[in-house]
């Protein structure tokens, strides 16, 4: 009887541990190869952050598409942000403000007194969401700025797990991921779900060309930024991204941020203190989505 006790609390002792051990954590995947690549315009090697700005052109229209590698995405991604209600700032020195960046692209689209453009169905007067962002939630490191909740939610987030793409959830439910960061633009700027095409046939704003910053996720680790310029021609329309995304890349989703002369493609060469453009970056922006390397203490 005593051995037989004695065996139960092995036993025991042995299985408590393992009920108290936390959830494993989310599969990492290495950084990934594509079938499609162009030179290297400039490339960033580290063991934490890994990108390369690749150009081309396409249907005339000088592009840039960097592909982009983190270790810990909801660590290594940061939004830099000018004021609530106050100037907005140029995307580099919003930059400058992220220790460590060695990447960075304009963020959301927002509201002016010169464009404002404000939905009928959003509350409040047109003026209380001059030189704020889009959409009806607006979170900066943790901290909920607005929160309509009568509206639902189209942009992305950024949570334990990496970005993630909405197209129409509330906030309650995108504030239960506990969201760090959001970006957000208008409600048709979810562009691809898989194969899925999400972008109105039949819309003005996705019909025209422009410059363009979309960006996709590949997997929790790997993501893609294209980045439209009008060299060459005006731009891109959403549908032509959309065609240059099923046809050359793998997605689980592609959303279009901020673009025109927002648009903005900042890179910091290995050992250099300061960014420098790639693309864009000459106009005031209300936030920007940048990339830093992992703290060594942190690896």
Not at 68 to 89: H, L
Not at 201 to 223: G, L
Not at 244 to 268: C, I, K, Q
């Amino acid at each position: 009887m005593r051995r037989f006790l004695g065996l139960l609390l092995c036993l025991l002792g042995l299985a408590l541990p393992a009920l108290g051990e936390e959830a494993p954590a989310a599969e990492s995947f290495p950084p990934r190869e594509y079938d499609f690549t162009h030179r290297a315009y400039r490339s960033y090697d580290s063991e934490t952050l890994k990108y390369r700005i690749e150009t081309f052109t396409v249907k005339g229209c000088r592009c840039y598409l960097t592909k982009v590698w983190m270790q810990d995405p909801a660590r290594q991604i940061r939004k830099a942000a000018s004021e609530w209600k106050k100037n907005i700032k140029l995307p580099k020195e919003m930059a400058a403000a992220v220790p460590g960046a060695a990447l960075a692209i304009n963020g959301s689209g927002y509201w002016s007194p010169v464009y404002p453009d404000v939905p009928e169905n959003y509350p409040g007067a047109v003026e209380d969401y001059f030189y704020t962002p889009w959409g009806s939630l607006t979170v900066t490191d943790g901290e909920v700025f607005r929160n309509l909740e009568e509206l639902p939610y189209c942009g992305l987030t950024l949570e334990a797990d990496g970005l993630h793409m909405y197209t129409g959830e509330s906030t309650e439910k995108v504030l239960s991921a506990n969201p760090s960061q959001t970006w957000c633009f208008r409600d048709g700027c979810p562009m691809l779900r898989g194969t899925e095409v999400l972008t109105p046939e039949e819309w003005p704003f996705a019909e025209a060309k422009a410059r363009r910053t979309v960006i996709a996720r590949a997997d929790r680790n790997n993501y893609l930024i294209l980045s439209v310029s009008n060299e060459g021609r005006a731009g891109l329309t959403l549908h032509e991204v959309n065609e240059f995304f099923l046809n050359h890349l793998e997605t689980e989703w592609v959303y279009d941020l901020d673009g025109g002369p927002s648009s903005a493609l900042l890179a910091r060469r290995k050992g250099a203190r300061k960014m420098s453009r790639i693309m864009g970056g000459g106009a005031k922006d209300i936030d920007i989505m940048a990339f830093t390397e992992l703290p060594e203490s942190e690896n």
